[in-house]
T-cell receptor, first 113, second 110 residues
């Protein structure tokens, strides 16, 4: 089945540690996204990538980093510079067109102790 | 920067009552999408509107795109407990940068 896989689903880390969240898609989509969702809040864009080896900052990129070395993969690193990293992280992908829906993974819930 | 606001933030309705959420963008959108997120789940695409003044229906759900392409609404007729969740609108800045609205959380009381 085609889709987006995020891992891990739950992650606990100590303050000051970097963590990397995985996002893999087999939909052959060019565009991939990372959003952050806080309890009772909307989705805020962290980074997005239109194509391999290219990515752009979203609205809340500070304290995060990404890479896009392969079309299928768009990992997100939450660095120690991110002041409030505890959140629900959602990865999405979209086909290359002016329209078309975003397909989301099931999310990764990060808790920093 | 561009903002996409939704009202209300929360809505509690009795089962069978109607529900409407409104989405307002600070800039004109080329298209607008609606998503539903069940509690504990991830957003799932519902529909996309492209044309000015467009109206689309999916069973009990009616979606509208404003004439100026800066606002949209989702109306649910005769809500059911399965309608519970948070409804988001989303619009593109350019081709790839999709911005989501603040969401409306719907609770349906049986």
């Amino acid at each position: 089945d085609g889709g987006i896989t995020q891992s891990p689903k739950y992650l606990f880390r100590k303050e000051g540690q970097n963590v990397t969240l995985s996002c893999e898609q087999n939909l052959n989509h060019d565009a991939m996204y990372w959003y952050r969702q806080d309890p009772g809040q909307g989705l805020r864009l962290i980074y997005y990538s239109q194509i391999v080896n290219d990515f752009q900052k979203g609205d809340i990129a500070e304290g995060y980093s990404v890479s896009r070395e392969k079309k299928e993969s768009f990992p997100l690193t939450v660095t120690s510079a991110q002041k409030n990293p505890t959140a629900f992280y959602l990865c999405a992908s979209k086909e290359d067109s002016n329209t078309g829906e975003l397909f989301f993974g099931e999310g990764s819930r990060l808790t920093v102790l | 920067g561009q903002q996409v606001m939704q009202i209300p933030q929360y809505q509690h309705v009795q089962e069978g009552e109607d529900f409407t959420t409104y989405c307002n963008s600070s800039t004109t959108l080329s298209n607008i999408q609606w998503y539903k997120q069940r509690p504990g789940g991830h957003p799932v695409f519902l529909i996309q509107l492209v044309k000015s003044g467009e109206v689309k229906k999916q069973k009990r759900l009616t979606f509208q795109f404003g004439e100026a392409k800066k606002n949209s609404s989702l109306h649910i007729t005769a809500t059911q407990t399965t309608d519970v969740g948070t409804y988001f609108c989303a619009g593109p800045l350019g081709t790839y940068k999709y911005i989501f609205g603040t969401g409306t959380r719907l609770k349906v009381l049986a």
